[in-house]
């Protein structure tokens, strides 16, 4: 029976025994940053493929910076643990990696300077975060603003405004957020990309709209314009200009390329996902499951001892 595991203050134990206090500092003001890593689990080779893995512990040391918290391990040491997590844990199924720096110091009192910091990795299966097509819903509530919470570090304090936006969406019948910045221009949805195609053109939000750096984002957007010759045009996209595009679809670690098909109960195109999504798409999937030679070097391999 697969055992969930943890790199927890140091070492790796059952992630039952990873326990924080609750004066801990990170606790009480959301002072840390976050990563999430898909394992996906390809049954032919019985093995585990670990998505850009290090793309992500490096935006997580880049996250770290912007809030001046020290990371104690290398890049090539969390990647190392990352693996040995998931062959440890033994799981046969897809997966997911949430790496964390975090403000570990038992003390109250807002701040980020004079605190101590540790690095915490665990993980847990994972099914898919939303549907295969989604309807989506544009916010009320407006992205944070670089000036507030910088956007391109994943802090976990600022998702409360993205739990704000995914509850409003879902509460009102729809799978996902659109969230739009202080300017009303598209920023992303709750934790996705956001990605139209219009007279096939692949368009996106610029990172100045408020939008995290995705890496799921940069991988669809290398292979759009390697594979089917479409290069991305990054420029402000309003509210209504979504209501005419000929396709939408969304990308990030939990949703992977998610095709919208309805926002604000306007159709998307057809109202099924669009030529090029499509695929995309099928590009995608391949690649995260190890079954791209080309890009093979997105996937690091990890056995689960339990199925050799």
């Known amino acids: ?46 093995t585990t493929y670990l998505f850009r893995m290090r793309e992500h512990f490096e935006r997580l040391v880049q996250s770290s910076k912007i809030l001046t918290f020290q990371v104690h391990q290398t890049v090539d040491r969390l990647c190392e643990i990352a ?40 993980l847990t299966p994972f099914p898919a975060y939303l549907p295969e097509t989604a309807r989506c819903h544009t916010s009320t509530w407006r992205r944070v603003d670089d000036t507030g919470i910088p956007p391109r570090a994943k802090v976990t304090g ?6 704000l936006a995914k509850t409003e969406a879902n509460l009102n019948g729809f799978d996902e957020a659109i969230m739009l910045n202080a300017n009303g221009h598209v920023s992303e949805g709750s934790g996705e990309n956001i990605f139209m195609v219009r007279k096939g053109k692949l368009i996106s ?73 499509s695929q995309l798409s099928h590009l995608f999937y391949d690649c995260i499951r190890g079954r791209s030679e080309k890009y093979s070097q997105w996937c690091t391999p990890a056995r689960a001892r339990v199925a050799r």
Do not use: C
């Not at 326990?19 to 996906?40: D, L, P, Q, S």
């Not at 997590?85 to 004079?114: A, C, W």
């Not at 600022?158 to 739990?163: D, E, L, T």
């Open 1 to 46: 029976m697969p055992t969930p595991y943890a790199y927890f203050q140091g070492n790796i134990v059952p992630l039952s025994e990873a326990k924080i206090g609750v004066m801990t500092h990170a606790f009480n003001y959301g002072t840390a940053v976050f990563e999430g890593i898909r394992g996906n689990w390809n049954e032919d080779d019985q």
């Open 83 to 122: 693996v040995e997590l998931v062959e440890k844990s033994g799981f046969t199924e897809d997966i997911y990696l949430r790496p964390m720096v975090y403000l570990s110091t038992e003390q109250l009192g807002v701040r980020l300077h004079n605190l101590e910091s540790e690095t915490l990795i665990f």
């Open 205 to 277: 939000p610029t990172p100045a709209d408020n939008v995290l750096e995705g890496i799921t984002a940069a991988s669809v957007v290398e292979l759009a314009k390697n594979e089917l010759g479409i290069e991305l045009v990054e420029r402000e996209i309003d509210r209504s200009e979504l209501y005419i595009a000929d396709e939408i679809f969304m990308t990030g670690t939990a949703a992977h390329l998610t095709p919208i098909v309805e926002v604000d109960r306007r159709t998307v195109g057809t109202g099924k996902p669009g030529p090029i999504t």
């Open 158 to 163: 600022i998702y409360v405004n993205s739990a």
